[in-house]
T-cell receptor, first 114, second 118 residues
Framework: AQTVTQSQPEMSVQEAETVTLSCTYD???????LFWYKQPPSRQMILVIR??????QNATENRFSVNFQKAAKSFSLKISDSQLGDAAMYFC???????????FGSGTKLNVKP | DTGVSQNPRHKITKRGQNVTFRCDPI?????LYWYRQTLGQGPEFLTY????????KSRLLSDRFSAERPKGSFSTLEIQRTEQGDSAMYLC????????????????FGPGTRLTVL
């Protein structure tokens, strides 16, 4: 079965600084997709960024970028110029190539200090 | 369309009672998923539907749990004879499978129903 591991339960970053959240996964599939979701306190989860495993180029969405290392099965999220609104739980998620269920990590709570 | 909606947002019940939650997906989405999230953990898959067909159920979904999507639109999740261990956030998500890549991979989540079993 696929597993997703987030080894950092909580992290803190100073406003305007850069922070990297780690994620590793285990799979035997060759076709899959990786996601980072953000869950603000008492609010619903929203997609931050996605990466298709067949693409070598790392995905970027404004201040958010990923470092996708397929051989190492690593998928980290970098947040540049951190803002107070970035404070939330961040979940790494894996989905196989069959459009079915997601496997989520246990999450990393990001605190942003003013 | 404002996204995936779930009702109720909060439910407090006594052990042994039955509860039912509702999820209304984004209208053009034909896939609907249920997840359970306990405090400090990521969501865990429970079941999913493609249109009205329930295609997969997790081992987490005991016999006390049943989900339906009768007309391929909204879905209900019922828990019978609730136990304290059922206390969790129940999340619903929907997606529109299309060509690989792009926005079709994303699952859109609702705000969840928080269940507390006393």
């Amino acid at each position: 079965a696929q597993t997703v591991t987030q080894s950092q339960p909580e992290m803190s970053v100073q406003e305007a600084e850069t922070v990297t959240l780690s994620c590793t996964y285990d799979t035997s599939e060759s076709d899959y997709y990786l996601f980072w979701y953000k869950q603000p306190p008492s609010r619903q989860m929203i997609l931050v960024i996605r990466q298709e495993a067949y693409k070598q180029q790392n995905a970027t969405e404004n201040r958010f970028s990923v470092n996708f290392q397929k051989a190492a099965k690593s998928f980290s999220l970098k947040i540049s110029d951190s803002q107070l609104g970035d404070a939330a739980m961040y979940f790494c998620a894996y989905r196989g190539g069959n459009f079915n269920k997601f496997y989520f990590g246990s999450g990393t709570k990001l605190n942003v200090k003013p | 369309d404002t996204g995936v909606s779930q009702n109720p947002r909060h439910k407090i019940t006594k052990r042994g009672q039955n509860v039912t939650f509702r999820c209304d997906p984004i209208s053009e989405h034909n896939r609907l998923y249920w997840y359970r999230q306990t405090l400090g953990q990521g969501p865990e898959f429970l079941t999913y539907f493609q249109n009205e067909a329930q295609l997969e159920k997790s081992r987490l979904l005991s016999d006390r749990f049943s989900a339906e999507r009768p007309k391929g639109s909204f879905s209900t999740l019922e828990i019978q004879r609730t136990e304290q261990g059922d206390s969790a956030m129940y999340l619903c998500a929907s997606s529109f499978p299309g060509l690989a890549g792009g926005p079709y991979n994303e699952q859109f989540f609702g705000p969840g129903t928080r269940l507390t079993v006393l």
